[in-house]
């Protein structure tokens, strides 16, 4: 079945090799809930890229998908010395995570990296304005009504259109 959709696996994967590449030995990720397929892309293309590169996977931690969520968990974290990178898997969510960090007297950037997912509008208004990943849903709109149109047409179906998040 044809199907338009942001590439969850590859936007997940991009972010944990940023962080990686800031020289964080690990990253944490805080994913949503782990029966919602978006989470479950996270999930994948974040563990890939730890075990690809021979890192330590740590304990997943799972929210759902609110700023609240974000902040209870990110009090926890703020609390290890040793999370120095937390990838979240929404910018509502690391909203809360950027609160708990700042309240405990971690900073952003300086101690911990956070990346969410979305691009939110109000990320870049957050304190500190968010890195995040860009989910491009007018392209996704587009590839959606180019496959109904094929459809329509009585074309082949082609397999989906994946848009892979490539901006920050």
Do not use: C
């Not at 590839?143 to 047409?153: G, S």
């Amino acid at each position: 079945m044809p199907v338009a959709a942001v590439d969850q696996y590859a936007g997940a994967a991009r972010a944990t090799r940023h962080l990686l590449s800031l020289g964080h030995r690990t990253v944490r990720h805080l994913s949503g809930p782990p029966n919602w397929i978006d989470a479950s892309g996270r999930v994948a293309g974040w563990r890939s890229v730890l075990e690809a590169e021979g890192r330590e996977v740590p304990e997943l931690l799972v929210g759902d998908w609110t700023a609240y969520s974000g902040y209870e968990i990110g009090k926890r974290l703020a609390h290890e010395p040793d999370v120095t990178a937390i990838f979240v898997a929404n910018d509502h969510m690391a909203m809360g995570v950027l609160r708990a960090l700042r309240e405990m007297g971690r900073r952003v950037p300086e101690d911990v990296s956070v990346v969410g997912f979305d691009d939110v509008p109000e990320a870049a208004y957050f304190w500190p304005p968010l890195t995040t990943v860009r989910q491009n849903f007018g392209e996704v709109g587009r590839q959606a009504f180019q496959l109904l149109l094929d459809r329509i047409a009585g074309g082949k179906a082609r397999p989906g259109a994946w848009w892979s998040p490539n901006s920050w």
